[in-house]
């Protein structure tokens, strides 16, 4: 059964293909490799003086993401108070999306000789644009797909960003690799950054283009735009409040999103630090993660299909708590690689499942922008903690492998709730079949 409106749902998807490669390239490979190098050159040892403050290199890129997602959690509000007002969804997608590009371009002036408060200042930057931009993204997908499409076309989404932003991890490969015109290493990552930039400003034009214009949601604002962001978010809380299904749902996803994201953002540097990988065979393991997640994305859709979201979720999420027991016991390059694998199985459909289990257990609604936005502040706030606290256990510990330890308890809660979930929905289609017998005198 064929996707309807493909044009759109295609355009849709093109803003994963076109952002995706900031996740990668910018958050997951190159930057956290480049970053150590370069914080190592200017100081000779992991620690780096930041604002007065004497700090490990990576505990300060947590805590720099981590009050990122901070900003972005408090921010989506309002922001979405405004789409749903105004009915300008695309326009915020389109500030988000130059915000990001240009942030990682920006990147390419970061040396070991620059401004560490300013290299910081672009990584925050471009986080904000990134997951700025995902809750306008986001809330698209009730628009333009039906319930029963929702799976499959999320997926589709995650599976473009993949694809995408694995290309341009080979262009970055290359340009490294072979450092072309007698460029040097550290110039062809610089150069990398600027392309990234390219890359997601230009392709995002797609998007733009294709995607219908919307209408606002609410008509009733009252125009306080600090007030009214909260005020919706108030009251999407309190329908969540009475949804037991949707309500279980989010306290596991807050959960296990502590783990999700922690990961992906620490494994290269985890990789680096602790078994001491070179950057290139770390850059090539991650492009086959992203190959590896396309599949995870796509086969998950079918299995939910098959099984249901619930069920495919928790067995996700015990994947995931496998993976952190791992990581805390590794100790080879092969252990590492067979980890890796691990993660791009769970990686992409973890993401892509969540979003399509949220959107089906959504009520009847226009405001999905004020529903998404309910969806990322949880994400955020998840992250911004998760984050946080792996760099403030390494921090106190010296011991990245303890920090790995909180996240699978992080991931255990989550599967918690995730049962709490799957029983609930079970107790209640159990009473719409009784009551469905008694109406009808069977």
């Known amino acids: 059964m064929s996707i309807p409106n493909r044009k759109v749902v295609n355009g849709w998807a093109m ?10 390239v910018i958050t997951t490979t190159f930057f956290p490799i480049y970053y150590l190098g370069v914080t190592k050159a200017r100081t000779g040892t992991d620690e780096v003086t930041f604002m007065g403050k004497t700090l490990l290199a990576s505990v300060l890129y947590d805590y720099t993401l981590s009050f990122a997602y901070l900003l972005i959690a408090l921010s989506l509000p309002i922001l ?51 997951w700025g931009g995902l809750v306008f993204y986001n809330s698209y997908l009730p628009e333009i797909a039906a319930p029963e499409y929702q799976d499959r076309v ?5 599976s473009f960003g993949y694809i995408g932003s694995v290309l341009m991890q080979l262009v970055g490969f290359a340009l490294v690799t072979f450092t072309p015109f007698g460029i040097t290493d550290a110039m062809a990552v610089r150069i990398t950054f600027l392309l990234v930039g390219i890359w997601w400003f230009g392709f995002a034009q797609i998007t733009f283009k294709r995607l219908p214009a919307s ?5 009733n604002g009252s125009g306080r735009v600090l007030k009214d962001g909260f005020i ?29 994201q922690t990961v992906m953002m620490v494994a290269v540097i985890f990789a680096s630090k602790e078994l001491k990988l070179e950057a290139t065979k770390l ?31 928790i067995a996700t999420v015990l994947l995931w708590i496998g993976v952190c027991l791992g990581a805390y016991f590794i100790t080879t390059e092969m252990q590492f690689y067979l980890l890796a694998l691990a993660v791009g199985l769970v990686m992409g459909g973890i993401q892509s499942l969540s979003r399509s289990t949220y959107a089906k257990l959504l009520p009847e609604t226009r405001d999905t922008a004020s529903f998404f936005s309910y969806y990322d502040v949880t994400e955020k706030l998840a992250i911004a903690i ?8 390494e921090h106190i510990t010296n011991n990245m492998r303890t920090s790995v330890l909180v996240l699978m308890g992080f991931f255990c809660v989550g599967l918690i709730w995730l049962f709490s979930a799957l029983q609930k929905q079970r107790s209640l289609a159990g009473r719409k079949t009784q009551a469905a017998v008694y109406e009808t005198g069977a």
């Open 386 to 393: 998760g984050v946080f606290s792996f760099g403030y256990i």
């Open 232 to 260: 919706e978010l108030k009251k999407v809380y309190a329908q969540v409040r009475v949804m037991p299904v949707l309500k279980r749902f989010l306290r596991a996803f807050f959960f296990y999103s502590m783990g999700v």
């Open 15 to 24: 803003y994963d293909w076109a952002n995706s490669v900031y996740n990668l």
């Open 154 to 158: 999320s997926a589709r989404g995650f």
């Open 215 to 219: 209408k606002p949601a609410i008509s």
């Open 283 to 313: 850059i090539i393991c991650v492009v086959l993660i992203q190959l590896v997640a396309i599949l995870g994305a796509w086969g998950m859709a079918r299995l939910s299909g098959r099984f249901g979201n619930f069920k495919v979720l």
């Open 80 to 130: 979405s108070s405004i789409a749903d007002t105004r009915g300008n969804k695309k326009n915020f997608l389109r500030f988000f999306c130059y915000l990001g590009a240009l942030a990682c371009a920006s990147l390419f002036t970061f040396t070991s000789t620059s401004s560490l408060e300013l290299g910081m200042l672009s990584v925050m930057l471009a986080a904000i644009g990134f």
